[in-house]
């Protein structure tokens, strides 16, 4: 079934830019999402169709995906952002839904 | 607002028996699919089953089988039945709905239950 492997970790400084990778095989040609998950919560839906964001989910957060990559943003990072973040596509050759192994963003 | 509860988790022995329920609150339940996601400590979030607003349900294969996912519109409830458990179905399960149409994505998130499958 499809693979989407992400960082472990990442780490960035307060005001900077994390970005956040998602691979897989021709990535660019399926629409990938993203959760944030904090600390003891259920995750939450940040980014869907590669693009688009929610209401109520700050301009800071975008998202991209092209070739095998699809990425996750977050612009002017503030401690409120220190998440799990995961990605996930619908895997329509398998009938299912496939998440990424998930990256743990640190604001240092 | 939309609101997802989930119920019923706890401790079960190994081969045991468990039944997941999620009640829906702030959207029109009998509109949208529902779906179970659960998530472990080591493997991340995992897709379980889902069930669309015309009651076509679908498994992952690590719980065809075994799990049998049902909803009653009237009550706003979605339930996953859970039988011949094993120590690997240890997780916390969440309820997830999706957006209207077509659902590649889920828009929200229960709070999850906590299911431990242990002797």
Redesign the interface.
């Known amino acids: 079934s499809y693979v989407l492997a992400q960082p472990p970790s990442v780490s960035v400084a307060p005001g900077s830019t994390a970005r956040i990778t998602c691979g897989g095989t021709n990535l660019g040609g399926e629409?990938v999402?993203w959760y944030q998950q904090k600390a003891g919560?259920?995750?939450?839906?940040v980014i869907?169709?590669d693009t688009d964001r929610?209401s109520g989910i700050p301009e800071r957060f975008s998202g991209s995906n092209s070739g095998n990559t699809a990425t996750l943003t977050i612009s002017r990072v503030e401690a409120g952002d220190e998440a799990d973040y995961?990605c996930?596509?619908?895997d329509s050759s398998n009938?299912?839904?496939?998440?990424?192994?998930?990256t743990k963003v640190t604001v240092l | 607002e939309v609101q997802l509860v989930e119920s019923g988790g706890g401790l079960v022995q190994p081969g045991g028996s468990l039944r997941l329920s999620c009640s829906g609150d702030g959207f029109t339940f009998s509109n949208y699919a529902m779906h179970w996601v659960r998530q472990t400590p080591g493997w991340g979030l995992e897709y379980v089953s889902g069930i669309s607003s015309f009651g076509n349900s679908t498994y992952a294969d690590s719980v065809k089988g075994r799990f049998i996912i049902s909803r009653d519109n009237s009550k706003n409830t979605l339930n996953l039945q859970m039988t011949s458990l094993r120590p690997a179905d240890t997780a916390i399960y969440y309820c997830v709905k999706c957006p209207h149409g077509d659902c590649y994505y889920f828009d929200y998130w229960g709070q999850g239950t906590l299911v431990t499958v242990s002797s």
Not at chain 1, 41 to 45: E, G
Not at chain 1, 95 to 102: Q, S
């Open positions: 629409s999402h919560q259920a995750p939450l839906l869907y169709y929610p995961f996930q596509v619908w009938d299912h839904y496939v998440f990424g192994t998930g």
